[in-house]
Nanobody, 129 residues
């Protein structure tokens, strides 16, 4: 089992950057696929980005591709979301999520889009236009 806590949200002007962090507890962090989701007011939660346990495979929503980068540091039990060229429509609560992976198994691309087992409380990102 793993617990995750997000940080790094805030208020930024359109065109600016933010880096979100997700710190995870548990000795087996490196065996979890990690992802970021977001939920804007009045909208459903949507997938943003995901990364495999090794960091080799990454996935992005079309709306953030080329602007956001997901990465992880297994030694620090942390996953990051670097957000550049932010737009007003990126305003949302960003949540980190995790689910276990078996190192010897093969996973389809679809696996990384959800569902996820463990969730953080989220961090607010507000982009002013």
């Amino acid at each position: 089992q793993v617990q995750v806590v997000e940080s790094g949200g805030g208020l930024v002007q359109a065109g600016g950057s933010l880096r979100l962090s997700c710190a995870a507890s548990g000795r087996t962090f490196s065996r979890y696929a990690m992802a970021w989701f977001r939920q804007a007011p009045g909208k459903e939660r949507e997938f943003v980005a995901a990364i495999s346990w090794s960091g080799v495979r990454t996935y992005y929503a079309d709306s953030v591709k080329g602007r956001f980068t997901i990465s992880r540091d297994n030694a620090k039990n942390t996953v990051y979301l670097q957000m550049n060229s932010l737009k007003a429509e990126d305003t949302a609560v960003y949540c980190c999520a995790a689910k276990p992976q078996t190192l010897s198994s093969t996973y389809s691309d679809r696996y990384y889009y959800g569902p996820y087992d463990y969730w953080g409380q989220g961090t607010q990102v507000t982009v002013s236009s």
